[in-house]
C-alpha cells in the first residue's frame, strides 16, 4: 500500500527488501556469512534471518549491516529520524530470489 507521504504510515515501516542483490562487496559478505563461495544457491523466503544483538548470529548481522547494501538502509534511517522516529535494523534475512539471486530483507525495529 502507498503511504502518499502520510507521516503516520510512514512511521509503520518495518522491511526494506532488496530483491536481486547485484553489488559484488555485498554478495561476497553474504558468501563469507554462509560459508560458500560465488553463485550460490540461496535459501528460499524466508532465508536464514541474523540478529545483530544475538551472542551466536550476531557478527554476521553486523558483517552484513556493514555491506554496501546495508549501508543504504542505514542511511535512509539516520536521514529521515524526523519522518520515522529513532530505528534500527534489529533483523537481517538473507534468501534467492525466483531465478535464484540474492535477496535481502531488512527489518526495522519500531
Known sequence: RLCNNELA????LQWLIHYTVLNPVSEAVAN????TSGNSAWPAWPGRG?????SVYGQPAK???GCPNGH????????HVREYG???IDE?????SDSELLCMGWHVAI
Open 32 to 35: 563469507t556469512v554462509f560459508g
Open 63 to 65: 558483517a552484513l549491516i
Open 50 to 54: 541474523f540478529v545483530p544483538y544475538d
Open 9 to 12: 504510515c510512514l512511521q509503520r
Open 92 to 96: 537481517v534475512r538473507v534468501f534467492g
Open 72 to 79: 543504504g538502509v542505514a542511511y535512509l534511517l539516520a536521514q
Open 86 to 88: 529513532p530505528r534500527a
